[in-house]
């Protein structure tokens, strides 16, 4: 049987203006796509769609930013964690 009520992702109109909103807020259509991909699994299952399409693109942008967010050591919210990721990876070669 055809489904033909079966879209991409992309072709939804939710996910067209969340890509707007990225748009909006500096993010390259390309980039605006790309992590949208990438945090839009996890934010669906946390927040469902509740939020709108300016919220939901603004809760991508703030998860993209505190992903890709230098350390910096006076601030007292970050944590390093460079050492722990050696020690993952020293465990993973001794194995």
Do not use: C, W
């Not at 796509?33 to 809760?59: H, M, V």
């Not at 890709?68 to 990876?89: A, C, E, M, V, W």
Request: net charge positive.
């Amino acid at each position: 049987m055809d489904n033909s009520k079966s879209r991409h992702m992309m072709d939804r109109p939710y996910i067209k203006e969340v890509i707007r909103e990225l748009n909006l807020l500096g993010y390259e259509e390309t980039k605006a796509k790309q992590i949208l991909i990438k945090y839009y699994r996890p934010l669906k299952r946390t927040l469902g769609f509740q939020l709108n399409s300016n919220d939901f693109a603004k809760e991508i942008d703030l998860i993209n930013k505190a992903v890709n967010r230098k350390y910096d050591p006076s601030d007292p919210n970050q944590i390093f964690i460079g050492d722990l990721k050696s020690r993952k990876n020293q465990i993973k070669k001794d194995k």
